[in-house]
């Protein structure tokens, strides 16, 4: 079946821009998850979301991003005023439901450049 | 903080040889250890998890070993071959209302597989 989908895979943007990611989780998984990857780096927890509710957003790196799921399915993730440090790896996970018998399934992300 | 800490950040090993990484973790409510394998452009993709109840787990060519009172757990690949060279992350998590089943991710070992 397909995996979890991210668009656009690559994007370019000028500093001070506003954009938009998006990722489609396998179907039917309740749980879907945003990470960070910087060049060098591990992954960097961004936000959880359980069906369309967000418990904590405190992991998002700062008020500039913003992040949300509708229907159950589809979730963007928004960051205004993009900085050069936004540039990095964005990916996107989903799993069945949040626990430890249900493995996250990444999507292969979308490459945030700044410029 | 880094909750879950990795080395070597670099591995050089020739065909056929034994890989090893190791990770280290702090928070004793962690109860899910799994390490991910990513190659370029991709995203990561779950290669083989323990929980703690077990010392060692083994998937083909593919080893955990778990030291529960140490805090640490290892990937060992057997008769490594070029195709495994890739880079491996390993992560810890436990369930929490805020973050669902998030994975706290080591930074990443690159391992190279020379023929």
């Known amino acids: ?115 | 903080q880094q909750q879950v800490k990795q080395s070597p950040q670099s591995l050089i090993v020739q065909k056929g040889g034994i890989s090893i990484i190791n990770c280290a973790y702090e928070n004793t409510a962690f109860d899910y250890f799994p390490w991910y394998q990513q190659f370029p452009g991709k995203g990561p993709a779950l290669l083989i998890a323990i929980r703690p109840d077990v010392s060692e787990k083994k998937e083909g060519r593919f080893t955990i070993s778990f030291n529960k009172s140490a805090k640490q757990f290892s990937l060992h690949i057997m008769d490594s071959q070029p195709g495994d060279s890739a880079t491996y992350f390993c992560a810890a998590s436990g369930s929490n209302s805020n973050s669902g089943y998030a994975l706290n991710f080591g930074k990443g070992t690159s391992l190279l597989v020379t023929p």
Do not use: M
Request: hydrophobic share 25%.
């Open chain 1, 1 to 115: 079946g397909a995996g979890v989908s991210q668009s656009p895979s690559n994007k370019v943007t000028e500093k001070g821009k506003d954009v938009e990611l998006r990722c489609d989780p396998i179907s039917g998984h309740t749980a879907l998850y945003w990470y960070r990857q910087s060049l060098g780096q591990g992954l960097e927890f961004l936000i959880y979301f359980q069906g369309n509710s967000a418990p904590d957003k405190s992991g998002l790196p700062s008020d500039r991003f913003s992040a949300e799921r509708t229907g159950g399915s589809v979730s963007t993730l928004t960051i205004q005023r993009t900085q050069q440090e936004d540039s990095a790896v964005y990916l996107c996970a989903s799993s069945s439901d949040p626990s430890y018998n249900s493995p996250l399934h990444f999507g292969n992300g979308t490459r945030l450049t700044v410029t």
